[in-house]
């Protein structure tokens, strides 16, 4: 056994070593994150939705539970919480969200506290629940609402839907469930009957074009028209695929996005429109 003065961190031995990693690695969010929609108005290829959300809330109407079904990519998250934003903005005007306002800010950067976003695949059982069913009963601490989002709820053991299924059934008033899920039919029937349903789409292939060309702009890439449509038949209406793909061919052209490298990396221009 190796006695603890050969620790790496001990401050006689650590001037003897090279480290491996010399330099901190440059923290750079990915593409997706940063370009990630604050607004409804910025939400590409969900106008049924997000129209419909912003009318709502801007009326008072506002919903005890959502449930966004979809397929990976298209904002069912995004629009989680751009939901708690809007319930919680201090200054929204008909249902839109300033994103300037504190409680905004606070939800941008993941540091409000009443917006509360759980990992159903991780966090599915009953015991998670219970916990829940528990804390929502504490009034929010920042704003109006506390908004509970519970991704990939189909990931949640029957039991757990029951336990969910109690607090659905008599919310406290100053409580929002958003359930997001890939496989809505796996969600149980009496959970969905208590939740107002939104079926998201795929992204349309000129909408996942224009909006790759508006982050080429901002980033300052310059960028070949057919690239931007190789990427966007690859990614098959998932917007979240675009452009992570986006990022990654930009990082192997350095500085440029053209066909020549997409096809290089991904072998799709040839690819039919889906």
């Known amino acids: 056994m190796h006695d603890r003065s050969f620790l790496w961190n001990d401050a006689a031995l650590a001037p003897r070593l090279v480290p491996l990693y010399p330099r901190r690695v440059p923290e750079s969010s990915a593409l997706y994150r940063r370009y990630r929609p604050q607004t409804f108005a910025a939400i590409v290829g969900q106008e049924h939705v997000t129209r419909t959300l912003k009318n709502a809330i801007g009326s008072g109407q506002v919903a005890h539970a959502y449930l966004l079904a979809g397929s990976r990519g298209i904002g069912k998250t995004t629009i989680a919480r751009l939901i708690a934003k809007a319930v919680n903005c201090t200054k929204a005007k008909d249902g839109e969200p300033c994103d300037r306002c504190e409680n905004c800010v606070a939800i941008r950067d993941g540091t409000f506290l009443d917006l509360i976003e759980i ?70 029937a009496t959970i969905v009957s208590r939740t107002q349903r939104f079926d998201l789409r795929r992204i349309p292939y000129k909408g996942v074009v224009a909006q790759l060309a508006k982050i080429c702009e901002q980033e300052g890439l310059t960028c070949e028209p057919a690239a931007l449509e190789a990427i966007a038949r690859h990614a098959q209406g998932s917007l979240r695929d675009a452009e992570s793909v986006l990022d990654m061919v930009a990082a192997f052209s350095e500085g440029g996005v053209k066909l020549a490298d997409v096809d290089e990396l991904l072998g799709v221009s040839e690819w039919e429109e889906t």
């Open 119 to 188: 990992d159903a695949a991780s966090n599915r059982g009953i015991d998670e629940m219970r916990d829940l069913r528990d804390k929502v009963r504490f009034a929010p601490s920042q704003g109006q609402y506390k908004v509970y989002v519970i991704d990939e709820a189909h990931q949640l053991t029957s039991e757990a839907f029951n336990a969910l299924l109690k607090t659905l059934e008599e919310p406290p008033p100053h409580v929002i469930f958003v359930l997001a899920t890939t496989e809505s039919g796996k969600i149980p």
